[in-house]
């Protein structure tokens, strides 16, 4: 983990220049490899969610976590692999009330850039998604999301700001409107950038937020470089990553009952089977970290895995892993029937795997 957290530094540090091409290459086919098949039609499409009936996938294509890069939300139409525009930033009316912090100041602006996503649903029936955004300000935003089928839409409700020293990551819902959000790395009050906040090091947590009690931060949780996260449906556990290790906390006491140690993670999606399934980067290249940050065109090639994990024997079981072609740097795995979908911070293309 503390290799691909330098390497994230140096990649982000050494923007302009040349990767070393005799090491690393950009994956620029769009061929399949066999059970994996790319579909090269999104910007960086960093985390995934499905949406009921099996027919589509939201995913949240990435911008950057400064910020100074706007990104979208968009649609994949499974039986097509179609790819459609659902929400980008300067849009928007008033916020409807319960659906964030009173005090959002509003609308996004054109700035908008999403990064971790969750899909849940309210109290009242609504379908609820989360977003963990950086463009114009660190926030969480709610949407709710309308259709069925191929046919989908998201509006705006409201949000919650971030605390001025966080920069977040991931983002699950908690029953009641709730959530619980990994704050990967303190945010410099002094303006410096994310390679120089890496450099300063320091551990980062996960932040509980509550409709009546605000922000709190969750015991058990402190840990280098939190990324991916997601709760049990009741809201009694969290399931944490963060330094290089799967924990399971129980929210109430804070208390770390069990984890498992992995490596460089990100994202994490719950199955239909009820199992974890974590993104587990496998890469210790600098290079080829380096090269996902300066990439325009084709995709990464960090080698990487997906893992499932029984939430109650913390058992690990391998579904698919891969260097190169037809895709690297894989951020989640998201298992829709018999295929795994996996997306990936920096490229042009989601990976569809047929699983045995």
């Known amino acids: 983990m503390r290799i691909l957290i330098l390497g994230l530094a140096a990649g982000l540090a050494a923007l302009a220049a040349p990767a070393d091409a005799a090491q690393s290459q950009p994956i620029t086919t769009c061929e399949p490899k066999g059970p994996a098949r790319p579909v090269c039609s999104f910007t960086n499409p960093e985390d995934l969610v499905a949406l009921p009936g099996g027919e589509a996938i939201l995913v949240s294509e990435y911008g950057g976590m400064e910020g100074h890069i706007p ?7 499974l039986d097509t692999d179609e790819r459609r525009d659902l929400f980008r930033g300067g849009s928007g009316g008033a916020a409807t009330p319960g659906w964030g912090d009173p005090a959002c100041p509003g609308p996004l602006s054109a700035a908008f850039s999403p990064h971790g996503i969750h899909l849940s649903t309210r ?3 609504e379908l609820q998604l989360l977003v963990v955004q950086h463009g114009g300000r660190e926030s969480i935003e709610y949407f709710e999301v309308s259709g069925s ?4 839409s998201v509006e705006w409700r409201g949000c919650v ?14 029953p009641g409107g709730g959530f619980v959000t990994t704050r990967m790395i303190e945010r410099p009050t002094d303006g410096a950038d994310l390679p120089t906040a890496i450099a300063r090091g320091g551990d980062g947590y996960v932040l509980e937020w ?5 922000f709190s931060i969750l015991g058990g949780s402190e840990s280098e470089m939190p990324n991916g996260i997601e709760a049990s449906a009741d809201g009694r556990l969290v399931f944490l990553n963060g330094s290089g290790e799967v924990r399971r906390i129980a929210r109430a006491t804070g208390a770390v009952e069990a984890r498992v140690q992995l490596g460089g993670l990100d994202n994490a999606r719950w199955a239909s089977d009820g199992r974890l399934v974590v993104a587990n980067l496998t890469s210790e290249t600098q290079d080829d970290l380096a090269l996902c940050f300066q990439l325009e065109r084709g995709a990464c090639p960090m080698s990487f895995r997906i893992v499932a ?12 892993s891969n260097h190169g072609p037809p895709m690297g740097g894989g951020t989640v795995g998201l298992v829709v029937d018999d295929e795994l979908f996996i997306g990936s911070f920096a490229g042009d293309r989601i990976l569809r795997v047929t699983l045995d």
């Open 149 to 152: 089928g191929r046919d989908w």
């Open 161 to 174: 700001v971030a605390p001025d020293d966080a920069w977040l990551n991931s983002v699950a819902a908690l």
């Open 210 to 214: 509550l409709p009546d009690r605000g």
């Open 309 to 320: 994990i029984d939430p109650d024997s913390m058992e690990i079981e391998e579904l698919y």
């Open 123 to 125: 109290d009242g029936g």
């Open 71 to 77: 990104g979208a939300l968009a649609l994949l139409v």
